[in-house]
């Protein structure tokens, strides 16, 4: 049974870093490409970043892009989202999702994060 | 990387349909059949239920329907039930640069 696990959301102050981890069970992380999408308060679903399956490439949304890395720990089977200079508009909720051929086909929870003074 | 147009709500009674549509650019809706849909509900993960334009998950049913004509993409949702009323986000494909752009988002009330 595929389970993704988001964690490492919290409320953080503007500048700072978070680190959010997203743990799988179910299948390996290597087989798969890995989003990182988010919703804010009342907003749309967005996307922040895809890491191939085989680790080789990372792509970002324009508002994240310098800002947030993706990667992962095939040992742990364990996808992660470093997130650096952290701004009021970045609070959102977190989810992570397996792609399948360009669809995202099994989500996490989610993850809550807030940036606030 | 500009967001899909979607209509920010529909609304139909119990045993209707609604369609929405969901309008991108030759870029990326317009260019790759790689058009998806998810459901929302609150506090829920979202829900794949068309992939590909108009092809279904295993357990999505047959209610549910997509489609696509130049650069606009369309769900349709037939019979409507109750437990339809949900937020939906149409989603594309947008180039290996760009890589992927959801929709604005549609809610669907169930009169």
């Known amino acids: 049974q595929v389970q993704l696990v988001e964690s490492g959301g919290g409320v953080v102050q503007p500048g700072s870093s978070l680190r959010l981890s997203c743990a799988a069970s179910?299948?390996?992380?290597?087989?798969?490409?890995m989003h990182w999408v988010r919703q804010a308060p009342g907003e749309g679903l967005e996307w922040v970043a895809v890491?191939?399956?085989?680790?080789?490439?990372?792509y970002y949304g324009d508002s994240v892009k310098g800002r947030f890395t993706v990667s992962r720990d095939s040992s742990k089977n364990t996808l992660y989202l470093q997130m650096n200079s952290l701004r009021a508009e970045d609070t959102a909720v977190y989810y992570c999702?397996?792609?399948?051929?360009?669809?995202?086909?099994?989500w996490g929870q989610g993850t809550l994060v807030t940036v606030s003074p | 990387q500009s967001a899909l147009t979607q209509p920010p709500s529909a609304s139909g009674s119990p045993g209707q349909s609604v369609t929405i549509s969901c309008t991108g650019t030759s870029s990326d809706v317009g260019r790759y059949k790689y058009v998806s849909w998810y459901q929302l509900h609150p506090g829920k993960a979202p829900k794949l239920i068309i992939y590909e334009v108009s092809e279904r998950p295993s357990g999505v049913p047959d209610r549910f329907s997509g489609s696509k004509s130049g650069n606009t993409a369309y769900l349709t949702v037939s019979g409507l039930q109750a437990e339809d009323e949900a937020d939906y986000y149409c989603n594309s494909y947008a180039s290996s640069n760009t890589y992927y752009v959801f929709g604005t988002g549609t809610k669907v009330t169930v009169l």
């Open positions: 179910g299948f390996s992380l290597g087989t798969y490409a």
């Open positions: 999702g397996r792609e399948w051929t360009f669809r995202i086909d099994n």
């Open positions: 890491i191939w399956s085989d680790g080789s490439k990372q």
